[in-house]
């Protein structure tokens, strides 16, 4: 296949970017979110090359998210770029706190032990009061490099223009990664760990690494959806929160960086219009998405443009990778 | 003492119906391998349709005992024939594919019976409270006791009971074991492995069922119920280890006593308590309190 340069995929992100300025306002915030939930889920994917889906990535998304609304509001740090920095730097640390204890397990347990971890943080938030209780609180509009917006408009573009920059770089970095010798390493460790162990190189390090990473997106998106709602509560960590970033990567597939910012923004279109048009039912119309992608495009939303490209490559592995399940089911 | 003594009665009253609901999961994940997060929907499924009945049975002027069984057994059935058709018409068609992928599978079917159940039975409160006065008071050891909570303990007991002579003593049990230990080995023997699968989820569907129709008369029936009690069962299965019903019996008492312990002693911390356990317990047992040794490929 050939390999995009790295520089080149700046382009649609720039491309990105400036689009913003033509959309209408509350596609703009859409789109914020959008990106934003891409950012977690594209630290889903990350990980899943290991082999590991983690199903509480809503604990590291609400301690970023919890981290900047607490320092922000004591130390009046109201940045758009320095929240998002904070955000990461919480959502790395946890990373690095439970990264290490979690490396050991794989599959099912891992999902359920990071599932459990962030329902912990998800009680203890509910029945913290100085945190506001489930009723969270609220906190100021954000600015950027010392200019404060007092039109809305021009501050959720702010918000949009930061959000898309900061999830196409994490896009640019992880598809970088996952060229590197690190990010080959990780896909060998979810085909067979304790092989990868024979070469020398310690699954459980790259576990943590990739989890850690994962950690930082999922921090730095808690950081936007904080600025972009102006308000948080303990639903940042529920489980819930979790299911919906696994549904975005799930709906990507995990052959494209691309994939996963159609998803998410393709998540949230479904979201609002059915929010708009069916006020009951968007849980039953969102289900029926699911099921209808997991059904018809077993990859992903990816497959669609990455099919072709890759059809020769991709038949002789999956009759080997097709013949190995086989075996272990 | 005589808080000790709540709390253990409160707890396995508790730990009764979550044992039902556990049980239906670890069984499913056992035979079909899927973690199934519209478990709790199933649970409140039972729940409403048990609401219904009582609802009916009252419109009728049957009497209470009566309308009890009437409604135990309708939604059992019409929780089996539920279970039978998303196995058969929708599961089926994702066999094979990748575990994290069935756990989306069972979501989404979560998301969709959420509203569902929201489109039949709307979004306020119901009640179906006439069944619980049928046994009474008791008193036990100076503490009053609604008969009806008391006698959930011993009903689920007898549950756990049949469900393990069922698996145990019985050919049809053995099979359902021999699908569980080795599909492939089962299929080559001659077991029908797709029969053993419906039956078995339908079963399972069943069970969380006749726990939510036993619970109906103690709780209110809103929105948000499936989710509470699929974030509990989940934690028990995982305590007790995934496809084990010894274990989803310990889990279950663990789970209980420690909601009524906190419930009594530190109720700020009833959801933290029950995670902490399962956090610890996955610790120190990875696989849960009763693992399953199993053969590792190289």
Not at chain 1, 68 to 85: C, E, F, K, R, Y
Not at chain 1, 117 to 133: C, H, I, N, P
Not at chain 2, 123 to 145: D, K, T, W
Not at chain 2, 252 to 281: K, N, T
């Amino acid at each position: 296949m050939r390999q995009v340069h790295p520089l080149v995929m700046l382009v649609p992100v720039i491309a990105a970017t400036l689009f913003g300025r033509m959309l209408p306002t509350w596609t703009l915030s859409l789109a914020t979110i959008a990106a934003s939930n891409a950012l977690v889920a594209l630290g889903i994917v990350v990980l899943a090359r290991t082999g590991n889906v983690s199903f509480g990535q809503g604990l590291v998304f609400a301690a970023g998210g919890y981290g900047v609304a607490l320092i922000a509001n004591s130390w009046g740090i109201t940045d758009a770029v320095a929240q998002m920095l904070i955000g990461a730097v919480c959502g790395g640390l946890i990373g690095l706190a439970i990264g290490p204890l979690i490396s050991r397990y794989s599959g099912i347990f891992f999902g359920m032990l990071t599932l459990a971890l962030s329902m912990v943080f998800y009680g203890a938030l509910v029945k913290t009061t100085v945190l506001g209780g489930s009723d969270g609180f609220n906190v100021v509009r954000p600015s950027l490099f010392g200019i404060s917006f007092v039109d809305p408009r021009e501050a959720d573009f702010m918000l949009y223009a930061v959000s898309v920059v900061t999830t196409g770089l994490a896009g640019i970095a992880a598809a970088v990664l996952f060229r590197s010798e690190f990010g080959l390493a990780s896909l060998a460790v979810r085909e067979n760990n304790l092989r990868v162990e024979y070469l020398g190189i310690s699954a459980n390090r790259i576990i943590t690494i990739n989890f850690v990473i994962a950690a930082v997106f999922a921090g730095a998106s808690g950081a936007f959806a904080l600025m972009a709602q102006r308000h948080i509560d303990p639903q940042f960590a529920y489980w819930t929160t979790s299911g919906e970033f696994v549904f975005v990567a799930v709906l990507a597939g995990y052959q494209s960086v691309a994939a996963v910012f159609v998803a998410s923004l393709a998540l949230e279109l479904v979201r609002s219009f059915s929010n708009l048009y069916l006020p009951n039912t968007w849980q039953l119309v969102l289900g029926v998405f699911l099921l209808a992608v997991i059904l018809f495009l077993p990859r992903g939303i990816g497959s669609l443009w990455t099919r072709q490209r890759r059809k020769r490559a991709e038949s002789s592995a999956a009759t080997s990778t097709a013949a190995e399940e086989g075996v272990a089911s | 003492m005589n808080l000790f003594l709540t709390i253990v009665l409160d707890g396995l009253i508790e730990a009764s119906w979550l044992f039902v609901v556990a049980l239906g999961l670890t069984l499913v994940f056992g035979v079909l391998k899927i973690l199934n997060i519209a478990h709790g929907s199933f649970y409140a499924l039972g729940a409403y349709i048990a609401a219904t009945a009582v609802t009916i049975a009252a419109a009728y002027s049957l009497p209470p005992a009566l309308g009890f069984v009437a409604m135990l057994l309708s939604v059992a059935l019409i929780a089996a024939v539920v279970g039978l058709l998303l196995e058969r018409g929708l599961l089926k068609m994702f066999y094979g594919r990748d575990e994290v992928v069935l756990l989306l599978v069972t979501y989404a079917v979560f998301l969709i019976l959420e509203d569902t159940t929201k489109l039949i039975w709307g979004v306020n409160p119901i009640y179906a409270s006439q069944p619980y006065e049928l046994f009474g008071n008791a008193e036990f050891a100076g503490l009053n006791y609604v008969g009806y909570d008391l006698l959930l303990i011993p009903a689920s007991a007898a549950i756990g009971l049949a469900v393990w002579f069922g698996l145990n003593r019985t050919v049809m049990g053995k099979i359902v074991l021999a699908v569980i230990h080795n599909e492939e080995m089962s299929v080559s023997m001659g077991v029908r492995v797709n029969r053993v699968y419906a039956a078995a989820f339908a079963f399972g569907v069943l069970l969380a069922a006749l726990a939510g129709a036993l619970t109906a008369p103690k709780i209110s029936m809103q929105p948000g119920l499936s989710s509470d009690v699929i974030i509990l069962s989940f934690a028990i299965v995982v305590i007790g280890g995934l496809g084990s019903v010894e274990g989803a019996a310990i889990g279950a008492i663990l789970v209980g006593l420690a909601r009524a312990a906190s419930v009594h002693l530190m109720p700020q911390a009833e959801l933290f308590v029950i995670y902490l356990i399962m956090a610890a317990v996955l610790m120190f047992r990875p696989e849960g309190l009763f693992k399953r040794e199993t053969a590792r490929r190289i």
